[in-house]
Each structure stands twice: as structure tokens, then as C-alpha cells.
């Protein structure tokens, strides 16, 4: 089955602890993103990748890493979490030309 | 700089009512990708309709249909006949063709159908 995975899907952590929410999918795609949904401000783009190796910044990057060393895996990385990233985190991919799979988010809270 | 405008922010109707869920977005390209997606209360996000700037040609599905007015830059969703299984939050979005194809999306219109 296509799909886009995430783990974990909920997450309460406290200030300043490293974390990592993993995104997996397994249609080869080759473009994936993450996105954070706040009440009010719908879904913003925090980074995103075109390939292997190529990441970029989105709208809401400050706060967050991302790595991509394989095609499949786009971990979203918090390496101080502060209580203003409490969210509902969204990864999402797709092939080119094609309309985004998104997974089935991860709800962070940062005490 | 792309906007999306979902200017209701909240629609509560009975059911087999039909409702529409106005969407207006704004950009400078001359051609772009127009989605609807549904988050239903368990929280994922579902893909609904993506539509090419260029075809404005009006879709339906079922009981869903789409109405893209390039003139107005507006992408308006109806349900006909509404149901409960409809009550979810729906997100307008906009995106580049080329490039990226980041994802713009609206503020989303939470929509309740009463019994």
C-alpha cells in the first residue's frame, strides 16, 4: 500500500530536549516536505527536499533541521524544542507533477 | 508572494442542506496547481481535487463539485446533499507549477452537518 509514515504519531516532551519526528515513505518519490498546522494559520512549510541531499528552507524553518540521505527517509529534527513549536507536524511527498501524499501527523507538545 | 483566503471560517448546516466553501487566492503566475483537501476530526489530511489553472473547466465527483473562476481567482466547493460523514475541515490550496510546488494553503473552513 502507498503511504507516507510517521513516527511518532504523538509526542509531549519538555524545553530544550532533542527530538527527532521520522517520515518514511514508499512510492519513490522524489520531492518531500514538512509542514506545521497551527489553529487559525492553516498549514505553513517548515523545509523541503527536491532529492537526495537537496533540502531547502520553507516559510517556518527557524527551530527545525532536516536531513536527506536516502530517498525514502525525511527526518524532521527539533534540536532545542521550545514551547512555540508545539504543533501538529505533517510530512508529505510526491512525484513530480503529482498532487502531495501527506502522512497522518505527528502532535508535538513542548511543556 | 501566493495567498489563499478561506474567508468562512466556520459553516454549520443540517443535513442534505447544500453548502458551498468559498476560496479566493492570489499570484503572480500565470499558471498554477488549485486543491481542496479534507481533515476529518481524526486529523489526517485528505487529498480531494487538483486543478490546472489553465483548464477551467468546472468538475464533479459524486457529490462534490468544483467551481474555478479564473476571472474572479476563485475556486469555490460544494457539497451537494450534505451529510454528517462531511462534518471535517477543508483546506484550500495554491501551488507553482515548476519549481518546488510548495503548498500555499488557506486558513481552512471547519464544517459541521447537523443531523
Known amino acids: 500500500e502507498a503511504q507516507v509514515t510517521q513516527n511518532p504519531r504523538y509526542l509531549i516532551t519538555v524545553t530544550g530536549k532533542k527530538l527527532t519526528v521520522t517520515c518514511s515513505q514508499n512510492m519513490n518519490h522524489e520531492y518531500m516536505s514538512w509542514y506545521r498546522q497551527d489553529p487559525g494559520l492553516g498549514l505553513r512549510q517548515i523545509y523541503y527536499s527536491m532529492n537526495v541531499e537537496v533540502t531547502d528552507k520553507g516559510d517556518v524553518p527557524e527551530g527545525y533541521k532536516v536531513s536527506r540521505k536516502e530517498k525514502r527517509n525525511f527526518p524532521l529534527i527539533l534540536e532545542s524544542p521550545s514551547p512555540n513549536q508545539t504543533s501538529l507536524y505533517f510530512c508529505a511527498s510526491r512525484r513530480q507533477g503529482l498532487g502531495q501524499f501527506f502522512g497522518p501527523g505527528t502532535r508535538l507538545t513542548v511543556l | ?115
Do not use: H, M
Open chain 2, 1 to 115: 508572494a501566493q495567498k489563499v483566503t478561506q474567508a468562512q471560517t466556520e459553516i454549520s448546516v443540517v443535513e442534505k442542506e447544500d453548502v458551498t466553501l468559498d476560496c479566493v487566492y492570489e499570484t503572480r503566475d500565470t499558471t498554477y496547481y488549485l486543491f481542496w483537501y479534507k481533515q476529518p476530526p481524526s486529523g489526517e489530511l485528505v487529498f480531494l481535487i487538483r486543478r490546472n489553472s489553465f483548464d477551467e473547466q468546472n468538475e464533479i465527483s459524486g457529490r462534490y463539485s468544483w467551481n474555478f473562476q479564473k476571472s474572479t481567482s476563485s475556486f469555490n466547493f460544494t457539497i451537494t446533499a450534505s451529510q454528517v460523514v462531511d462534518s471535517a475541515v477543508y483546506f484550500c490550496a495554491l501551488s507553482e507549477i515548476q519549481g518546488a510546488q510548495k503548498l500555499v494553503f488557506g486558513q481552512g473552513t471547519r464544517l459541521t452537518i447537523n443531523p
